[in-house]
């Protein structure tokens, strides 16, 4: 099986090929095609970090095995690493976190193991970069989350605890604030829970669940998050386990799949030979029992537990008393102890599955779209303005542009609102949100918003419109705080 490689930045080249040598001396049945990914193809002029034939090579493979990516700084760039996950619509980041022997944590020196996944969803959230400044003083930032898209996170999450042997899936959400983003993750999270009376299924909100993640980390098995959420999530769990030099990572989609090492480029010791291989080899280990190749992937991961049982380490871990050693011995080390299982956690033999790549089935874009098909209305539309007026002056000239079917209902300002009923201690910025309604039992139309929208720039400058809709008998917008 052939899969594409991009080495990294950095340490990359240097791990890679301890990585690489560690499957070769293994005989796995691999064949690899380097492909030119990383800050050195955006230096070359390539505006997105690979060269045309690398992307090409990857949709064609399915498979890109890659090493650490810096993202040139003051640029205009964005990262590479986020423009292969959304392109290729790598919808679920799973992030496993163990305990591994050899590496002191608080938790490892409690006697407390840690053995949890984070599902992270990857493409959506405020990570489509939607960004605007809406006056010189205010910035927003579009938040998508798309049932299409909880759907394929949450399957996943749901079907990978499955065959983990997990015992529970938990939704880490916010849904107590953002109750039409986070509650559609939620709601999502539920429906699907439903299909899996086997697994235990509840839900928590993540400010709650990072502070025990902190302190009692082993209650979880499997959790699933919205993207900045999950972002967040799971670098926290990388520090129970010792940091992200044990966190591998996997970046799963229908057709394309990403497994790559998650830590920085560490260019101050670039070239050195003395960098830590173990993300991306334990990233490298969930690629194998993503392509079925199990019994190797469990004699390679036993020798890197037995390495690390032994006391074998580079310089960044490990008991200080003992030397450490360069990234080459380390990667020998570990072809050395192949067969050999260590004392604890030892990983139990698993049947390989013969893998079956879709990459080249695909042949349009496909489109994520729900059984739903409630009926439609328009019921009012809000304006965002930009304006120093206070409060009740401006709600005095907004009141002149209402029309007998829309009326002004509230008027916020940074979401809270201040406008029928606030408070003179609320401090405002120049820019709010005035919203209109219908009471009429006719729908509104498009048109109508817009007609409001000319007769209101006649007084403002009006910097964006969301209109506001119902489905069914169910509001489909939020409240102002206080309204």
């Known amino acids: 099986m052939k899969i594409a490689v991009a080495k990294g930045d950095g340490i990359g080249p240097e791990i890679m090929e301890a990585v690489i040598g560690i499957f070769d001396a293994a005989k796995l049945p691999l064949e690899y095609q380097y492909v030119d990914m990383g800050k050195w193809v955006f230096d070359k002029g390539f505006s997105i970090g690979m060269t045309p034939e690398a992307k090409e090579a990857i949709e064609k493979l399915g498979i890109l095995f890659k090493g650490p990516m810096e993202t040139p700084k003051g640029k205009g760039v964005k990262s590479v690493n986020v423009t292969a996950r959304k392109t290729w619509n790598t919808y679920a980041n799973d992030r496993k976190f163990q305990t591994l022997s050899g590496v002191d944590t608080v938790f490892s020196k409690a006697g407390i193991n840690i053995d ?56 880490g959400h916010k849904a107590n604030i953002m109750k039409l983003t986070d509650g559609l993750f939620l709601e999502v999270f539920n429906e699907i829970a439903k299909e899996y009376p086997n697994l235990k299924s509840d839900d928590i909100i993540v400010d709650d669940l990072c502070m025990k993640l902190v302190s009692r980390p082993d209650l979880f098995d499997v959790i699933v998050l919205t993207n900045l959420q999950g972002d967040i999530v799971s670098d926290l769990c990388a520090g129970l386990v010792g940091g992200l030099g044990f966190a591998p990572s996997s970046n799963i989609g ?27 080899l334990l990233s490298g280990l969930n690629m194998l029992r993503h392509l079925g190749m199990m019994e190797k992937a469990v004699m390679i991961e036993n020798a890197l537990l037995y390495t690390l049982e032994s006391g074998v380490h580079t310089g960044d871990f490990g008991d200080k008393s003992i030397p450490s050693v360069n990234t080459t011995v380390f990667a020998q080390t570990i072809i050395d102890n192949f067969g050999k299982q260590p004392i604890q956690n030892p990983k139990p033999s698993l049947p390989d599955f013969n893998f079956v790549p879709t990459n080249s089935a695909i042949t349009k874009n496909p489109m994520l779209l729900s059984s739903k098909n409630e009926a439609h209305k328009i019921v009012g539309a ?30 916020s300002n940074r979401g809270t609102q201040v406008w029928p009923t606030g408070s003179v201690f609320t401090n405002l910025v120049n820019q709010y949100r005035i919203r209109f309604e219908t009471e009429a039992t006719t729908p509104l139309t498009q048109s109508d918003v817009l007609d409001l929208y000319t007769e209101l720039s006649k007084d403002f400058r009006i910097s964006s419109v969301e209109i506001l809709s119902m489905w069914g008998d169910k509001k489909a917008y939020s409240l102002a705080q206080g309204q």
């Open 382 to 411: 809000d304006f965002f303005i930009e304006t120093t007026l206070q409060p009740n002056e401006l709600a005095a000239v907004a009141i002149k542009q209402e029309k007998d079917q829309l009326k002004l209902v509230t008027i």
């Open 116 to 171: 949890l996944t984070i599902v992270r969803e990857n493409i959506e959230d405020t990570y489509g970069g939607i960004e605007h400044m809406l006056t010189q003083d205010v910035a927003i930032a579009r938040r998508f989350i798309t049932r299409g898209g909880s759907e394929q996170v949450i399957r996943y999450a749901f079907e990978m605890a499955q065959k983990k042997g997990a015992r529970r899936v938990t939704c």
């Open 254 to 280: 229908d057709h394309i799949s990403i497994f790559e090492a998650v830590h920085g480029t560490a260019p101050d010791i670039a070239g050195k030979n003395i960098a830590n291989p173990t993300s991306l």
